[in-house]
């Protein structure tokens, strides 16, 4: 940003900002934060490519057709996309200024994301009941670590959807309260978008293979 | 930056500025399509109803990627213009590294796999 600014009285530009002009709190916070979501993004892809090399080892262990319920899977990631829109109504109704439907809707994204969880890891209990630990095979190694690991952010969303809870409860939807919740709902759409790439090419195409 | 930004940041309700067109419309299409492109994979796989397994991975692949666009546009409400285009920026440079890096370990990783001596060979050689 070397703009021309403040010409000096010799007439010479100055290539520099001269008094750095004051933001506002929370000014960058959202792109900040988008890029953090970005950095996610990376490792994310870098399971999926884990993933993609080595899905089909399976070491003479069980293959995906053996082990996952595609009817349980799209459950779970219809409670996901459900908990998605209940946040955008959430987002909705903080933008006009209604605490006690925020809070309500709030409150059911974090049911559905609590759903997501508890059929998730009933699925886990499942798999490792029959003996298809991670230990078992590189296939599975990469997929416990992938599915494990967008498992935790979501966990992680769930507590910091209650802290905000939490917060919205004893200091209403201040500024930076919706800024919060701004950067908990870019999160939270963040996840379902990477739900969408474990459905499909660990779930969908590991079934069809 | 430029000086209009900072003139709608300086009044404090523009907070949300890049994310201001968040309406009940566009979520509730944004849903639809998300529920329509999410249950024709799975309808598709579990039935089996197109001919081969390859163009069924090839038309769920494709449906991943609408999907993830409609994500982007409906519910994490990218623009050209959100953030004066330093959202998109970081999004291509994310979606550049992640091409590289996907396809680039695949690539190399199954020509490893493709050129390793199979074991029988190798206890051959003892």
């Known amino acids: 940003m070397t703009v021309a600014v403040n010409p000096t009285q010799t007439g ?3 290539f520099y900002l001269a008094d750095e002009h004051p933001h ?30 080595l899905g089909a080892n399976y070491a003479a262990g069980p293959a995906p057709k053996d082990l996952f319920d595609l009817n349980l899977v799209a459950v779970n990631t219809s409670m996901l996309l459900l908990s998605s829109i209940t946040y955008g109504f959430a987002m909705l109704t903080m933008q006009q200024n209604k605490i006690a439907q925020t809070q309500m809707w709030l409150l059911i994204t974090g049911l559905f994301g609590a759903a997501f969880i508890g059929i998730e890891l009933t699925e886990f209990a ?15 190694s990469a997929f416990f670590t992938l599915v494990g690991t967008h498992g935790l952010h979501v966990s992680c969303g769930l507590i910091w959807l209650v802290t905000l ?42 079934v069809l293979r | 930056m430029s000086t209009d930004t900072r003139a709608a940041h300086a009044d404090g309700h523009h907070h949300d500025d890049g994310h201001a067109h968040s309406t009940f419309s566009g979520y509730m299409l944004g849903f639809v399509l998300s529920v329509a492109l999410t249950a024709i994979p799975f309808w598709l796989v579990m039935s089996g109803t197109l001919p081969s397994k390859q163009i069924t991975a090839l038309v769920i692949m494709a449906f991943a990627v609408v999907q993830i666009v409609v ?31 996907l396809s680039g370990s695949l690539w190399v990783m199954n020509h490893l796999n493709s050129n390793m001596m199979p074991i029988h060979e190798m206890t051959g050689m003892k």
């Open chain 1, 126 to 140: 499942h798999m490792i009941h029959e003996g298809a630990t991670p230990q078992r095979s590189a296939f599975l």
């Open chain 2, 71 to 101: 994500h982007m546009i409906y519910f994490l409400h990218m623009s050209p213009k959100s953030e004066n285009g330093w959202s998109m920026m970081a999004l291509i440079f994310t979606i550049v590294m992640v091409v590289i890096a």
């Open chain 1, 24 to 53: 506002p709190e929370g000014y960058s916070t959202s792109l900040g934060f988008w890029i953090y979501l970005m950095s996610d993004c990376l490792i994310f892809a870098m399971l999926f490519a884990a993933f993609g090399v």
């Open chain 1, 165 to 206: 809870m939490v917060q919205v409860w004893r200091f209403g939807l201040i500024e930076a309260n919706r800024r919060r919740l701004m950067c908990l709902s870019m999160f939270w759409h963040f996840l379902d978008v990477v739900w969408i790439g474990v459905f499909t090419f660990v779930y969908l195409l590991g």
């Open chain 1, 12 to 14: 010479e530009p100055v």
